[in-house]
């Protein structure tokens, strides 16, 4: 089974706040969200370590519902199958070392 869609990208010095382009989720099959970063570095001395990211559903007029936080450790982070169609992006919430990451490739699947 193929993912219902999927884009790739990069990240230039993002920090906690940050967020992804939306995308659409029709939810027409079961296939889980993932989001897979390759080539990290952080501009703390420890270099990186590992970045938290919160998926997020955006609502229409409402606050957007969480739809968990993962942590990712410069490979694949899943979260299940959201189970609701919508609009959807995530959001850098952690920097394990210094203030800003730079991922070379970003790929999210849903």
């Known amino acids: 089974m193929t993912a219902e869609g999927q884009f790739e990208t990069y ?3 993002w920090r906690a706040g940050n967020e992804s382009r939306r995308w659409w989720d ?3 099959t079961s ?3 993932g989001i897979y970063f390759s080539g990290c570095s952080a501009d703390g001395g420890g270099g990186f370590n590992y970045a938290g990211l919160r998926l997020w559903k955006d ?3 409402s606050p957007d519902r969480s739809m ?3 942590t990712n450790y410069c490979g694949w982070v899943d979260y299940g199958d959201p189970n609701s169609a919508g609009n959807y992006y995530f959001a850098l919430t952690d920097v394990s070392s210094g203030t800003f ?4 490739y970003v790929k999210v699947a849903w």
């Open 68 to 70: 968990g936080t993962r």
């Open 59 to 61: 609502v229409p007029n």
């Open 26 to 28: 029709n939810n027409d």
């Open 31 to 33: 296939d889980y969200t």
């Open 11 to 13: 990240i230039n010095s």
């Open 101 to 104: 990451i730079s991922v070379d």
